[in-house]
């Protein structure tokens, strides 16, 4: 038998890591609930799936595609449009958002838990990075791109 101390994670980080995990998993769920309406209802799509991969297998580049698809880019965030709630890409594309985004609720979260245990530092560092990741996930800080 192994008489080694177990050692407890601490509170903050379990915090971090099931929110993560159960945001993953509902992300997951949610991108593979979109493509089976997709697939279902392919006129009900923001980019209808026959004409959308003709376009590609012609060639054509990304702008080409919304244009003649799509009739043009609806943003970055168009799965929060009204127009498009039940949508399959739509669907798939909260999901996508959701999962790249859950880094955030848990920092939040978990500055919560450091602040309740006034470890100051790590209370500043996770809305430090927090802000990165909402910077990133909102557009305004970029790759370069």
């Known amino acids: 038998m192994n008489d080694a ?60 595609v919304w244009t003649e698809v799509g009739g043009g880019f609806p943003g970055g965030h168009f799965y929060l449009d009204r127009q498009y709630f039940g949508y399959g890409d739509a669907i798939t594309q909260l999901g996508l958002a959701l999962g790249c985004g859950c880094a955030f609720w848990g920092l939040l979260a978990a500055a919560a838990a450091y602040a309740a245990e006034k470890t100051w530092l790590y209370v500043i560092l996770a809305l430090w990075v927090a802000t990165l990741v909402l910077l990133s996930m909102t557009g305004i800080v970029t790759g370069g791109h």
């Open 5 to 64: 101390p177990q050692l407890e994670m601490p509170r903050a980080q379990r915090i971090y890591g099931e929110i993560i995990y159960w945001m993953t998993v509902v992300a997951c769920l949610i991108c593979m609930i979109g493509p089976a309406i997709a697939v279902a209802n392919p006129e009900h799509n923001v980019l209808n799936p026959y004409d959308l991969f003709d376009t590609i297998f012609e060639g054509k580049n990304a702008e080409q």
